[in-house]
């Protein structure tokens, strides 16, 4: 069974950074690619970053690049994200996910329950 638990979301001022955490057990931290989504109030859903098992890079989509950062503790099974410069366009509910089923920007077998970002002043 793979659980996937979300943490260090909450309210931040436009310019802060926070580092989000997803906690795995089970099978994937080892075997499966990862990656963060998030989805804004009457948004769909959006891919963020991935870090690719097979190659061990790290892809970003454009709007986070440079200032959003995947990273992985193996011996913690905890992968994170760290966000720098944060925005209101920020504000959402982040996901990790793991085991993509086709490609590393769209469905993923695990999904974590989110944790909620919001960036205001």
């Known amino acids: 069974q793979v659980q996937l638990v979300e943490s260090g979301g909450g309210l931040v001022q436009p310019g802060d950074s926070l580092t989000l955490s997803c906690a795995a057990s089970?099978?994937?931290?080892?075997?499966?690619?990862m990656a963060w989504f998030r989805q804004a109030p009457g948004k769909e859903r959006e891919f963020i970053a991935a870090l690719l098992l097979a190659s061990g890079e790290a892809v970003y989509v454009d709007s986070v690049r440079g200032r959003f950062t995947i990273s992985r503790d193996s011996a913690k099974n905890i992968l994170y994200l760290q966000m720098n410069n944060l925005s209101p366009e920020d504000t959402a509910v982040y996901h990790c996910a793991s085991h993509p089923l086709r490609d590393y920007v769209g469905e993923y077998a695990y999904w974590g329950q989110g944790t909620q970002v919001t960036v205001s002043s």
């Open positions: 089970g099978r994937t931290f080892s075997t499966d690619s």
